[in-house]
């Protein structure tokens, strides 16, 4: 396959489907390093831009992601729910390891794990991801907190979303609530006039 009919069906994927394609790439090292050296290939939009260092990522940092990656699965989350602590405490292990630890190298892991398994994966997985892209706040992370925060069914998932966003640069924010603001202006308003009533 043509590494840039791969590289948008990346885009386009999620979930099994998606890993298959990533494996699919990371297999094509010397193809994938001369797409990703080219800046423009991955286009404007956010979600190549995004995409393109989700692969960057994995390109420089395979063996952090698939550390972390085991290390989330083997959270016993029965037991750990039961805990004083609960889920929270393993957020705050993962939020304290990102700073001191993984640093700006797991945002990558971060975004796709959000974008792409939101849905798949347990709740709390998803979260835990959110929780790390807090501890580093990164304009590239405004996009899969709101992508998070608009379509995820979880209300933890948009919760912590919401968390994330309210932590990143206010301008980046600001200008990408700015249409949906706009948009749903008309809604705010019905909603105001219905509670007066």
């Not at 840039?4 to 699919?24: C, H, M, N, S, V």
């Not at 993962?94 to 959000?114: D, M, N, Q």
């Not at 899969?144 to 379509?151: I, N």
């Not at 932590?167 to 924010?173: A, G, I």
């Amino acid at each position: 396959m043509d590494i840039q009919l791969l590289f948008e069906g990346l885009k386009a994927t999620r979930a099994d489907a998606y890993i298959a394609y990533r494996e699919a790439w990371t297999a094509r090292k010397e193809a994938a390093a001369k797409f990703l050296a080219n800046k423009e290939a991955a286009g404007k939009a956010w979600q190549g831009v995004v995409q393109k260092e989700i692969l960057e990522g994995w390109s420089r940092h395979e063996t952090l992601y698939r550390s972390v990656l085991k290390k989330i699965e083997e959270v016993d989350v029965t037991f750990q729910t039961k805990t004083c602590g609960g889920m929270a405490s393993i957020y705050g292990v993962f939020y304290r390891l990102t700073k001191t630890e993984y640093l700006g190298r797991i945002l990558p892991l971060c975004w796709e794990s959000v974008l792409k398994f939101d849905g798949t994966w347990p709740d709390w997985k998803i979260m835990t991801f959110l929780h790390m892209m807090r501890a580093l706040p990164d304009k590239l992370s405004v996009e899969p907190a709101f992508h998070a925060l608009c379509t995820s069914d979880s209300k933890q998932v948009r919760e912590t979303a919401a968390e994330v966003l309210s932590e990143l640069p206010r301008d980046q924010v600001k200008a990408r609530l700015a249409p949906l603001i706009e948009k749903h202006r008309g809604i705010a308003q019905l909603l105001e006039e219905i509670g007066e009533d």
